[in-house]
């Protein structure tokens, strides 16, 4: 055995013992790191050829670990833009120059411009819809544009279509064919009456006046005014005809009878063409009522909110309660995501031991969803790693002695000669 074979393992040894501390102290400083992944320190041997005589020491080396894939504890939080994954995933990011990175740290927050960053300075990734679906690149960061909060502008959207699901009585008194609301007379009349407020092309109010009249035991007639055109008091005589009149005809069921539309196109006044649906409206034996209703389009605004779902949308929300999608997060996953190569600002880069990366969007192919008003934690178990701590320093000190032993052994030799 070479007595300098002996100093270089008890080196060797030390080497480890600090690459291990070194994993340690990284793993401590960062117990509090939003989204920060826990790294760990392994040993494997490097023997080297020995006859049966003579035994020649090696040494050990280490391999770090970077416990990437392991899900860190979710914390809920005031703010829509602090995000989480719960599950597989990752969020894309990028640097000043553009450069796109992966991370699981999300706590977003608006900058100057609306571009949500994270404390590393790295922006968030995102398609932008138009509203529609975007064009996903499965194996790339294409099409991939910062996500805003402050690029919402005033939006008017104008009405294209409207429901009313309704029940009109069967027992009701017919109304004369002379008065019918499709005459627009002074002595127009109606069964029962109903307004539905929709948007024109400049995002404007239009109040529609809907009128209900029996004319038979299974004839209705419908009939639609612009309330702005109504006498004073908001009666008849408008002063402008119907917007539309249509007959309705009911089965013995009560149900719309199955030759009968159920779907009237219009114009809006100042807007484009609207339809309104009356499917499952109904003729029952009971009074009038109004079971649900609904009118697409936006009014003039900006968006007073925003939101973020599960699935990745972020909502923009005007007054009324208007939720326009303007993005949409995705997310990126790798085959092997503890081979990823960490980079300073807790985010990784992909790598040829890692695999390709792969884009899908949160809930499908496997991934996760994207929590809002939640960050998920540091994996670091500060026992654990304090544990670790003291088994290192235990390990390097016991090396430091076989080095200390070698070199007195060393000393020994060389005073030989005296």
């Given amino acids: 055995m070479g007595l300098y074979g002996v100093m270089r393992t008890g080196i060797s040894g030390m080497n480890a013992q600090a690459n291990r501390l070194s994993t340690v102290a990284d793993n401590v400083a960062n117990v509090n790191t939003t989204g920060y992944k826990s790294s760990s320190c392994e040993f494997s041997t490097l023997v080297l050829s020995n006859c049966e005589t003579d035994y020649e020491s090696g040494s050990v080396l280490t391999d770090i670990r970077h416990n990437i894939d392991e899900q860190g504890g979710l914390a809920g939080t005031s703010s829509v833009s602090d995000l989480a994954i719960s599950g597989n995933g990752f969020f894309m990011v990028s640097d000043t120059a553009g450069e796109p990175y992966l991370t699981r740290s999300g706590a977003f927050i608006p900058d100057a411009s609306g571009t949500l960053v994270n ?11 138009n509203p529609d679906q975007p064009t996903i690149t499965l194996n790339g960061f294409s099409n991939l544009t910062p ?14 279509l409207g429901t009313i699901k309704a029940n009109l009585p069967s027992s009701a008194s017919d109304v004369a064919i002379s008065d019918l609301p499709s005459l ?40 639609v005014y612009d309330s702005r055109d109504a006498a004073t008091g908001g009666s008849f005589p408008y002063a402008s005809g119907p917007l539309t009149t249509q007959a309705l005809l009911f089965g013995a069921d009560g149900k719309i ?63 009324g309660g208007t939720r326009i999608p303007v993005f949409r997060i995705p997310l990126a996953h790798v085959t092997s995501a503890d081979l990823l190569t960490p980079l ?30 939640t960050l998920e934690q540091s994996t670091v178990d500060l026992a654990s790693e304090l544990t670790t701590m003291i088994d290192a320093q235990r390990g390097y000190t016991a090396n430091s002695k076989v080095f200390q032993t070698g070199s007195e052994l060393m000393d020994v030799l060389v005073n030989l000669k005296r």
């Fill in 257 to 319: 009878d199955p030759s009968q539309a159920s779907q009237f196109t219009f114009a809006i006044p100042g807007g484009s063409d609207f339809t309104l649906d009356i499917t499952g409206t109904t003729q029952l034996a009971t009074g009038y009522t109004v079971l649900s209703t609904s009118v697409n389009g936006t009014p003039a605004g900006v968006p007073k909110d925003v939101e973020i779902a599960r699935d990745g949308y972020v909502y923009a929300i005007y007054d």
């Fill in 184 to 223: 627009n007379s002074t002595t127009s009349t109606y069964t029962d009456k109903s307004s539905l407020v929709v948007y024109d092309s400049l995002g404007g109010e239009v109040k529609l006046d809907i009128y209900f009249a029996k004319t038979s035991t299974s004839n209705w007639e419908l009939s």
């Fill in 119 to 129: 404390a590393a300075g790295f922006s968030l990734l995102g398609y932008k819809l």
């Fill in 344 to 373: 300073a600002g807790n985010v990784y880069q992909a790598s040829s031991e890692a695999g390709g990366v792969m884009v899908a969007f949160a809930q499908s192919a496997g991934l996760g969803d994207i929590m809002s008003r």
């Fill in 147 to 160: 996500v805003s909060f402050g690029g919402s502008s005033l939006l008017a959207t104008p009405s294209s």
